[in-house]
């Protein structure tokens, strides 16, 4: 998927503490991503932090290191940008599951996953998820995060999740195609259960750790 897809999902860049009318929850602003910081990573905090402090201090796993992580959002990354990227694994979400009863739950069952699993933080959650899931199965996007005070940067939460559904034999693309190469969308069947395979809190949006290249 391109940068510019993903950015679609996002809404505009909000100042941090910023509301909109009509909105309860704050909304945070969203870093930047990676092709925006090829000519000039100086934006990013070169201050060393093994941890990040505010509500998710308490639940991340170690620092990754960009420069020893596959990445392919990362591949034509400067070295200093690399160094500069500060992201931890969000470990309360890694290896749970939702169900989703229908594509147009998911930003629900997202929102639900979160409240139970990072209690306390108001989430902004995108609506549309149609796309990888009907085509790939695949749960993936990025939300603005609390900002992390022992930077002053902003933050995102990248999820990546995938359904678990039985293989069909046959010319499909994947197990959420039911028709031929060519004939349309997939037919699938619901409920499935997704399951979050890497959730990433970090500086820049949409990272890409432990998500897989997909078109």
């Given at each position: 998927?391109?940068?510019?897809?993903?950015?679609?999902?996002?809404?505009?860049?909000?100042?941090?503490?910023?509301?909109?009318?009509?909105?309860?929850?704050?909304?945070?602003?969203?870093?930047?991503?990676?092709?925006?910081?090829?000519?000039?990573?100086?934006?990013?905090?070169?201050?060393?932090?093994?941890r990040?402090?505010?509500?998710?201090?308490?639940?991340?796993?170690?620092?990754?290191?960009?420069?020893?992580?596959?990445?392919?959002?990362?591949?034509?990354?400067?070295?200093?940008?690399l160094?500069?990227i500060?992201?931890?694994?969000?470990?309360?979400?890694?290896?749970a599951?939702?169900?989703?009863?229908?594509v147009?739950?998911i930003?629900?069952?997202?929102?639900?996953?979160?409240?139970s699993?990072?209690?306390?933080?108001?989430?902004?959650?995108?609506?549309?998820?149609?796309?990888?899931?009907?085509?790939?199965?695949?749960?993936?996007?990025?939300?603005?995060?609390?900002?992390?005070?022992?930077?002053?940067?902003?933050?995102?939460?990248?999820?990546?999740g995938?359904?678990?559904?039985?293989?069909?034999?046959?010319?499909?693309?994947?197990?959420?195609?039911?028709?031929?190469?060519?004939?349309?969308?997939?037919?699938v069947r619901?409920?499935?259960?997704?399951?979050?395979?890497?959730?990433?809190?970090?500086?820049?949006?949409?990272?890409?750790?432990?998500?897989?290249?997909?078109?």
């Amino acid at each position: 998927m391109s940068d510019n897809d993903l950015r679609k999902s996002l809404p505009k860049r909000l100042e941090t503490g910023q509301t909109l009318s009509g909105l309860p929850n704050p909304l945070w602003a969203e870093p930047p991503m990676t092709w925006e910081l090829r000519e000039d990573a100086s934006v990013l905090s070169d201050i060393p932090q093994q941890r990040p402090q505010g509500p998710l201090q308490g639940l991340v796993g170690p620092r990754i290191d960009a420069r020893e992580t596959d990445s392919e959002k990362l591949e034509e990354a400067s070295e200093e940008l690399l160094s500069r990227i500060a992201a931890w694994p969000v470990l309360p979400l890694v290896g749970a599951s939702f169900e989703v009863k229908s594509v147009d739950h998911i930003a629900d069952a997202v929102r639900e996953l979160l409240g139970s699993k990072l209690p306390g933080i108001d989430w902004w959650v995108h609506e549309d998820w149609r796309g990888p899931f009907e085509k790939y199965g695949i749960v993936h996007g990025s939300m603005p995060a609390p900002p992390n005070p022992a930077t002053g940067e902003p933050m995102a939460l990248e999820l990546y999740g995938k359904a678990e559904v039985p293989r069909i034999s046959g010319p499909m693309r994947s197990p959420f195609e039911s028709r031929p190469r060519g004939e349309g969308q997939a037919a699938v069947r619901y409920p499935v259960r997704v399951v979050i395979r890497a959730a990433t809190y970090a500086n820049i949006t949409f990272p890409g750790f432990g998500v897989p290249f997909y078109m």
